[in-house]
């Protein structure tokens, strides 16, 4: 493998979108991935907002979206995608289907990591005079937090692997590149220098959020 048919300006640019792709669908998917999976958790059986109803149905909307593979939900969301952010293509049309396709696997997270805190801790809380509302933010989200921030790495890697996906689509970033270059052009070194800049990406993530999870559970 030789460095001469590389161009790293496009290396450099393609690095840019995957982060930029990375980081907008995240803070999207934390947004309306976290309150979703309180609500799971909340409305589930014994919980504090029991609802049959509203639990079955928020479940099934999470398992239909986590059940649909992400390249299909990447097709098949190109008309609400343009009509969101007016195109499919490139960084901006490629956010829409990675928050779809990401946030109820992180809600479903959230919810398993809710269901690790210890009940004592809640019912110590409402022994305390402390409502519903003061329940959930001050005791039952920061006992959850380690789970909620090693659920959030897990989401933000399984992120990388769909922003990469996504160049099926012509989403850019570095999967973009490799399918251009590496697959269509069989330039090897491309796809080597690309696969390499994703998994230092996964391996720079799982240690961030490694690191987080320990501080915080020792808080």
């Not at 030789?2 to 998917?29: H, K, R, V």
């Not at 069989?186 to 080597?192: A, E, G, K, W």
Request: net charge neutral.
């Amino acid at each position: 493998m030789t460095a001469s048919n590389i161009d790293w300006s496009e290396i450099g640019q393609a690095t840019f979108d995957t982060l930029t792709m990375l980081g907008g669908s995240m803070l999207l998917t934390v947004l309306l991935g976290l309150p979703l999976g309180v609500i799971l958790f909340l409305t589930g059986k014994g919980q504090m907002l029991e609802n049959r109803l509203a639990n079955s149905l928020l479940s099934l909307m999470v398992n239909i979206l986590r059940s649909v593979p992400f390249v299909i939900l990447l097709i098949v969301m190109i008309p609400l995608t343009v009509l969101l952010v007016g195109t499919s293509l490139g960084v901006q049309g490629a956010i829409p289907p990675l928050v779809a396709g990401a946030a109820p696997f992180f809600a479903r997270l959230v919810e398993t990591a809710l269901r690790e805190v210890d009940k004592g801790v809640i019912e110590a809380s409402f022994a305390m005079g402390a409502k519903r509302r003061q329940v959930v933010l001050g005791a039952l989200l920061p006992e959850a937090m380690p789970g909620i921030i090693a659920a959030a790495t897990v989401t933000a890697i399984a992120l990388v692997s769909y922003t990469a996906m996504a160049g099926v689509v012509g989403a850019g970033g570095l999967g973009d590149l490799a399918i251009r270059f590496g697959y269509q052009r069989f330039q090897t070194d491309v796809m080597v220098v690309t696969v390499v800049l994703l998994l230092v990406l996964v391996q720079c993530l799982q240690m961030v959020g490694d690191t987080v999870v320990r501080r915080v559970s020792h808080r």
